[in-house]
């Protein structure tokens, strides 16, 4: 083979390689794991459903404790028992042992510190066999049962949306903040300056 032959093969070879290896890259920084499917800006929307501690995101609406416990009968009794006392799910209701007892029981009116977030998590993760399938009325009627079975509201009186951000749940004050520093009492959030 002829010297300009040879490195005419060569310099053809070494193209190939190098748009090979540029085909290579493009692909490798546009490459997806490919599962599931994209999802659209409007059905991400959909989906935040998030009720903070604070109230925020808390839907408008009402509770009733009967309704709640007929809705519980049906949903709820099949794992929790038939008035919250535990089955094959936690007790919810009725707490004997204090949560620094070695067998604590950890019910909604012993453990829980914020009545929006037994909202929240009741819509989002309940029942266990259709999570996010309750309504936001059907979520106000049974966290208005499940409140009332830990003493926390009445019979007759509508769970309001108000109601549930105003509720003072017994361990409030029983976890430990260990991400961020917990503001003092004291300090009103919307008028204190920035740092503080």
């Not at 066999?129 to 499940?146: I, V």
């Not at 917990?182 to 204190?192: G, I, L, M, Q």
Request: with cysteine; charged share 20%.
């Amino acid at each position: 083979m002829s010297t300009a032959r040879r490195a005419s093969r060569q310099a053809g070879i070494a193209l190939l390689l190098g748009v090979a290896m540029a085909a290579c890259a493009a692909e490798e920084r546009s490459a997806s794991p490919n599962l599931g499917e994209p999802v659209d800006p409007q059905t991400l929307l959909a989906l935040d459903r998030t009720v903070f501690p604070d109230g925020a995101g808390l839907p408008e609406g009402s509770g009733d404790v009967s309704a709640g416990e007929t809705l519980f009968a049906q949903r709820c009794a099949h794992c929790h028992g038939a008035a919250g006392e535990g089955g094959s799910a936690p007790e919810l209701a009725y707490a004997q042992m204090p949560l620094d007892s070695e067998w604590p029981d950890q019910t909604i009116g012993s453990y829980w510190p914020y009545a929006t977030t037994v909202f929240d998590f009741l819509r989002r993760a309940m029942p266990m066999e259709a999570p996010g399938s309750l309504t936001d009325e059907e979520t106000y009627h049974l966290t208005a049962y499940l409140l009332h079975l830990n003493g926390l509201h009445e019979r007759g009186t509508p769970l309001t949306r108000e109601a549930v951000i105003a509720l003072r749940m017994p361990n409030r004050d029983g976890f430990r903040w260990v991400d961020v520093q917990k503001p003092p009492p004291e300090v009103d959030r919307a008028t204190a300056p920035a740092g503080d």
